[in-house]
């Protein structure tokens, strides 16, 4: 089997021996309001002010059928309280949700690259690079600058903006940060993706059944990792390298997940078919990667998953023929953060770390993979780092 060699420096640490990109620390920001999937159902028809038994009923289904158990919401009823429009059907409101998120994300994502760069054990003007994801917001200057002045990042940090990805935009950053850390030795990326679900908040309507998917299944927060490559210090500690990166769209699905932004915020649309649209190339696209190393079955690897929904992971599981435990992980970052759209990868690769630290993972290679718009696959090949 082929692949770098992963070793020890001078100084005990990790080094790879062909200049591959390492995942060095990782951090997550979440809002104070925790909402316990049991509450979901009363929470949001009381905000909505929806009384209809339909409506309950099929969110009550719902609720139970995501298997999330917790997630955090920037949405309270101090806001909804301050912003009575946003429950309102038909009024413009994409100024003061704008307000609401411009500042959110900002807010999250710096607490997350804090945390980041305390574990990394580095100060923040060693950053020479910011990779900054978010389908919250939209301005100008965008987050990054933001972010960027919030943290006190060096004005020489050069940044990039990774907007509107959705659920891929995690991967579709980490893919971005290798490229960036291997075409600048000694480089150090810091990669932060903030999202809440404020700019598509609404009362349910017959003419949206999505909407109350959404109230089931998704959350807001914000993470960040920190990615170099070249020689490690003292004070890093990589646990996965990043061997191989690639993306695909797949033709004709461009419209499986819609977003359109109005007056009223953004709606979003998922085609029912989704997992059967992902089931039919996931294979080939797994393979693409593992080939990379010569690894033919798909058990003899780790995942990392974004969990989109239980339906994904159910179909991948079915048709890969997975042992049980290999999507674990994913399913533990969906029942305890919900569908957090480009973040939640980053909560999978949190657990992935602590399993690596316990030992509980005994292969040497793992997939990242992800899943948005387009429909769009990213995937990664990474070695697990001792």
Not at 126 to 136: A, F, G, K, N, R
Request: aromatic residues 6%.
């Amino acid at each position: 089997m082929s692949g770098s060699v992963v070793s020890r420096g001078a100084n005990g640490k990790s080094q790879s021996s062909r200049g591959k990109a390492m995942l060095l620390a990782l951090g997550k920001g979440l809002p104070d309001q925790v909402l316990p999937q049991e509450k979901v159902v009363e929470s949001y028809l009381q905000d909505s002010s929806c009384d209809d038994p339909a409506t309950r009923a099929k969110l009550e289904r719902l609720c139970k059928t995501t298997t999330v158990r917790t997630r955090y919401t920037v949405m309270t009823k101090e806001i909804l309280d301050e912003h009575p429009e946003l429950k309102t059907e038909g009024i413009p409101t994409l100024t003061p949700r704008l307000d609401i998120c411009n500042a959110a994300v900002i807010d999250l994502g710096a607490a997350a690259a804090r945390a980041a760069l305390d574990d990394w054990g580095r100060p923040a003007a060693d950053i020479t690079h910011l990779v900054y994801i978010s389908s919250s917001e939209l301005r100008l200057p965008g987050g990054d600058l933001h972010l960027a002045a919030h943290l006190g990042l060096s004005p020489n940090t050069v940044r990039t903006s990774l907007l509107f990805l959705g659920c891929s935009g995690g991967a579709a950053a980490l893919r971005t940060a290798k490229d960036i850390a291997e075409n600048n030795p000694g480089s150090r990326v810091l990669v932060t993706a903030a999202e809440t679900t404020v700019l598509g908040f609404r009362p349910p309507s017959y003419d949206r059944p999505y909407d109350l998917v959404g109230a089931a299944l998704f959350g807001d927060g914000a993470s960040a990792v920190i990615v170099g490559a070249g020689p490690m210090t003292p004070a890093e500690n990589p646990f996965l390298e990043l061997e191989f990166s690639t993306q695909e769209f797949l033709p004709g699905t461009d419209k499986v997940i819609d977003g359109k932004i109005s007056e009223e915020g953004i709606n979003f649309k998922l085609g029912r078919d989704l997992p059967e649209k992902i089931e039919s190339r996931i294979e080939g696209f797994c393979r693409t990667l593992m080939d990379q190393v010569g690894i033919k079955d798909f058990n003899d690897v780790f995942w990392a998953v974004h969990p989109g929904g239980p339906a994904i992971l159910n179909r991948l599981e079915f048709c890969l023929e997975l042992q049980p435990e290999k999507l674990k992980i994913s399913r533990k970052a969906l029942m305890n953060y919900g569908n957090v759209s480009s973040n939640t990868i980053f909560y999978v690769l949190e657990y992935l770390r602590d399993e690596l630290k316990k030992g509980a993972i005994r292969e040497e290679w793992g997939l990242i993979l992800a899943f948005g718009p387009g429909i769009t696959f990213e995937g990664l090949l990474v070695r697990g780092v001792n």
